[in-house]
C-alpha cells in the first residue's frame, strides 16, 4: 500500500478519533472567513470560472433542497464559496439519471502550468438513496440503520455524497496535470499486464508503472476514494451536532474503519516506525 493512501486513511482515523466524542461546533474547528460566512451562494461572482449548475428543470428542486443541505454546514459552504468566488476555475455540477444512487467527478482540465482549472461533478437522480458498500466508503455506508432521533437519509446522505464529490475536486487540485495524465495513460497498461501474468503483482514491469504512477490502479483509486470520505465525515460533524447522536454516528464509523480499513492504518503506523 502506497504511503498516499495509507496517509490518507490514518488522516481519516484520527480525524474520527478526534470528533468521536466532540460537540464543538465548526467554526471552532474549521476556520471560515466572514465574508464567506455572509456571502450568498447564489452563483459565480464574476463572468469566467466559479460554480455552474447544469440542471435539468424536472431535478431542479430536488437538487435545490440536496444543495441547501450541503450549504447548511460550515464545512459545505466554505468549499461552495472557494469555488464559487474563484474567477480561475470553473466546477460544473450537472445531475443525469444514468447512475440514479451514485455520485462522480472527472472532466478534469489543467492548463499548461499544470495548475486544475475545471472539473464537473456529476449526481445521479436519486442520490437521497442508497448507501454505498463499508469498504471503500466507511463514513456514508455508517449512515445506514443509524439510531438517531430523525432519519440519516434523504437531504443528509444526498448532502454528504456531495460532500465527498468534493472532497475529489479539492484533492485533485493538488494533483498536477502531468500526474493525473501520466496515471490515466499507465492504468490500462497496467491491467493488461496483471491480467495476462496471471495476477502476479511481484512483476517488476508492474512494479515499475506502478513507481511512475504513485502506486498500483488500485491504490490510487484507494487513495480518492478515502479523502472523499473525509470530506464527507466533516459535513457531517457540522450537521449533527447534538452530543448522543454524534457519538451514536462516529462510534459507528470508527467501527467501520476499524473493521474494513483498520490493515491500512496498521501498515501506516510501521512505516512511521
Request: net charge neutral; with cysteine; aromatic share 10%.
Amino acid at each position: 500500500m502506497k504511503l498516499s493512501t495509507i496517509s490518507c486513511l490514518f488522516v481519516l482515523f484520527t480525524l474520527l478519533s478526534l470528533l468521536a466524542f466532540s460537540t464543538e461546533t465548526s467554526a471552532q474547528q474549521l476556520p471560515i472567513n466572514a465574508d464567506v460566512r455572509s456571502a450568498s451562494p447564489s452563483g459565480p461572482k464574476s463572468s469566467g470560472g466559479g460554480i455552474k449548475e447544469e440542471i435539468p428543470d424536472k431535478y431542479k428542486e430536488r437538487y435545490q433542497s440536496w444543495k441547501s443541505e450541503f450549504l447548511a454546514s460550515e464545512t459545505g459552504l466554505a468549499q461552495w464559496q472557494k469555488y464559487e468566488q474563484n474567477a480561475e476555475f470553473t466546477l460544473t455540477i450537472t445531475i443525469t439519471k444514468d447512475d440514479h444512487n451514485g455520485a462522480g467527478s472527472g472532466k478534469y482540465k489543467w492548463d499548461d502550468s499544470g495548475r486544475l482549472i475545471a472539473a464537473t461533478i456529476t449526481l445521479g437522480n436519486r442520490i437521497d438513496e442508497g448507501y454505498p458498500n463499508p469498504i471503500y466508503y466507511p463514513v456514508m455506508n455508517s449512515l445506514a440503520q443509524c439510531t438517531l432521533s430523525y432519519a440519516v437519509s434523504g437531504n443528509i446522505l444526498a448532502a454528504a455524497k456531495i460532500a465527498h464529490e468534493f472532497g475529489h475536486v479539492n484533492r485533485m487540485a493538488e494533483t498536477s496535470g502531468a500526474t493525473y495524465k501520466l496515471q490515466a495513460q499507465l492504468m490500462p497498461t497496467y491491467n493488461k499486464i496483471l491480467l495476462s501474468n496471471g495476477r502476479n503483482t511481484n512483476d517488476p514491469r508492474l512494479i515499475e508503472i506502478a513507481r511512475q504512477m504513485g502506486g498500483t490502479p488500485v491504490e490510487i483509486w484507494e487513495d480518492r476514494e478515502y479523502w472523499g470520505e473525509v470530506n464527507a465525515m466533516l459535513y457531517l460533524r457540522d450537521r449533527i451536532t447534538k452530543e448522543s447522536e454524534q457519538r451514536a454516528l462516529f462510534t459507528k464509523i470508527i467501527r467501520t474503519v476499524e473493521l474494513y480499513a483498520k490493515s491500512y492504518v496498521d501498515r501506516f503506523d510501521q512505516v512511521g516506525q
